[in-house]
């Protein structure tokens, strides 16, 4: 737990490189390197938490998760088209044993050779494929920052291979789990953008297949009722994508989320499905991100919430305030019961000062339980809300009941009306 007393929540601009530090969320090393942060407990546990919340929901859209390697050979890129499009971007590669292997710069392809790697009927379309895993990323030393950019990156990440008639409504079910993974996030877009190819030579040189997969993305989104932009020159290389845009407190503009459809990888890896016919048929590949990368996720939630994040993902949920030693075996066991129940909890006893020091420096924690002689005797506490309100005492397996109920909800709010 710590104190934020230099970056008051309210302030016009959060800065994550400034909070990330003074919260203890993250770090970086000159000796590991620039664009290779480390992550602390506190900001594992929100990286971590955010991580099992996109599993789950993945689960629950009928995703099967899969672990692919980070290296993979010179061919394997060759073959998906980022040797010849996206080189500059990659790190160069490394001879093993008489083969040159690199550090993927992505992971569709891994992926493209997973789904060949067995026979698929139509009847198992759409494969929904999802991984959190990592990918290398060349980037220059003059844009790199904190979490935002960097060279080694966490990507939620999935594939769904399917029928052409089925991207569309794939696709619109990616936008829906975006929207509700802002809605649990405490996220407000900026802005959904139709990134098209621009002037170039950096795109797969296919017309029709540019056509194609632009009209169904625009179809998609003109369904989705969502207000959009055009933006030539932002497609990836291999097809068009609906981006989904957020804002920084300085104003800087990124991409979170993304939805793309892909003619070009099937075709190169030769993917196929046995149709109804008995006959070979080519697969779509539906790429899709929910939080984009980990990194540049929790950079925005920092800088979004000023280090008070939703409760479910806040590094300490609930801190305990004994108000003198009396009180500390009571602390002591109601910190246990919250691990038990998976809720991450702290003891800040009056070793470490008033309770009136304690309760500002716990005050980006979204619950404070304090606990007197009254409270102990009666298996009680007297809740405290980061929005500043104050409850009646309550017995304290009330309290962590309904705690847990909003946290397994993803709620973002910390009470509902009806019992504050």
């Keep these: 737990m710590r104190s934020l007393a230099r970056c008051p929540r309210g302030d016009a601009m959060h800065d994550h490189r400034k909070l990330g530090r003074e919260l203890d969320l993250f770090d970086t090393n000159p000796l590991i390197g620039a664009g290779l942060p480390y992550w602390l407990p506190d900001g594992a546990a929100v990286r971590h938490t955010l991580e099992e919340y996109i599993r789950t929901a993945e689960r629950r859209a009928g995703y099967r998760h899969v672990y692919s390697p980070v290296l ?171 981006d989904v845009q957020v804002t920084d407190g300085a104003g800087r503009e990124s991409t979170l989320s993304t939805v793309q459809v892909d003619f070009h990888q099937p075709e190169q890896f030769n993917l196929h499905y046995i149709g109804a016919d008995g006959a070979k048929h080519r697969p779509v590949m539906v790429h899709r991100s929910i939080i984009g990368s980990v ?73 404070q339980a304090v606990i007197g002689a009254k409270e102990a005797a009666n298996d009680h506490v007297a809740l405290r809300l980061r929005d500043g309100r104050r409850l009646d005492p309550q017995a304290v397996g009330d309290v962590l009941t309904h705690i847990g109920a909003l946290i397994n909800a993803h709620s973002t709010d910390l009470w509902d009306s009806s019992t504050s």
């Excluded at 080189?87 to 789904?115: K, N």
């Excluded at 939630?301 to 300490?316: D, R, S, V, Y």
């Design 295 to 367: 990194e540049r996720a929790v950079a925005h939630l920092i800088e979004q919430h000023g280090g008070a994040f939703p409760a479910w993902l806040a590094p300490t949920q609930l801190v305990v305030l004994p108000i003198s030693e009396a009180e500390m075996s009571n602390a002591i066991g109601l910190a246990r019961r919250c691990t038990d129940l998976g809720l991450r909890a702290e003891i800040a006893g009056p070793e470490r000062g008033t309770l009136g020091a304690r309760i500002r420096e716990g005050r980006l924690v979204p619950y």
């Design 72 to 242: 993979g050979k010179r061919e394997l890129y060759e073959i998906s088209g980022h040797w010849s499009h996206y080189s500059d971007d990659m790190f160069p590669p490394m001879d093993v044993g008489g083969e040159q292997v690199v550090l993927r710069p992505s992971l569709c392809p891994h992926h493209a050779v997973i789904y060949r790697s067995r026979s698929h009927s139509y009847r198992e379309l759409p494969l929904r494929m999802a991984e959190l895993g990592g990918m290398y990323r060349s980037e220059l030393s003059g844009v790199l920052g904190g979490l935002t950019r960097v060279r080694a990156i966490q990507l939620n990440d999935a594939h769904i291979f399917c029928t052409l008639e089925q991207v569309a409504e794939e696709a619109q079910a990616a936008l829906e789990m975006i929207r509700q993974a802002y809605q649990a996030l405490g996220i407000t877009p900026t802005r959904y953008r139709l990134s098209l190819p621009g002037p170039g030579g950096k795109y797969v040189s296919a017309p029709e297949m540019w056509q194609r997969s632009t009209a169904l993305l625009t179809d998609v989104l003109d369904r989705s009722g969502l207000p959009y932009e055009a933006a030539e020159g932002e497609a990836a290389f291999y097809g068009p994508k609906i």
